[in-house]
């Protein structure tokens, strides 16, 4: 799934851009980054510690923790609850060498 849902009454923050492994994709004023990340199709934010198996965005309220990512370099939050900032680096960690946890 791409692209945005529009909901009645909602109004646009300003847009800007953050980088999510190297890779630029929009955001806006307000938006999360696990929001950020879901409109670019970016799913996979972690992969379980055993099994290796992907996690991302599950209940978008802060309880899981399936959506731990690395933002700033500073150690992994919840994307979710965090709001995208112009600029923001976002590096996930569904691949071992960007540090895959459980
Ligand atoms: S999706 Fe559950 S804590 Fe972020």
């Known amino acids: 799934m791409t692209g945005e849902t529009e909901l009645p009454g909602e109004t646009k923050g300003r847009a800007f851009e953050i980088v999510v492994d190297g890779r630029r994709i929009p ?28 996690r991302g965005l599950f209940c978008g309220i802060g309880m899981c923790f399936d959506c731990l990512v690395i933002v700033n370099d500073r150690p992994p939050q919840r994307a979710c609850l ?16 960007n540090g895959a946890t459980s």
């Open 27 to 54: 955001a806006t004023e307000g938006q999360s980054i696990g929001a950020a990340l879901l409109a670019a199709d970016i799913r996979a934010l972690r992969v379980t510690r055993f099994d290796g198996r992907p």
């Open 82 to 97: 965090l709001p995208a900032s112009p600029g923001d680096v976002v590096t996930t960690a569904d691949r071992p060498e």
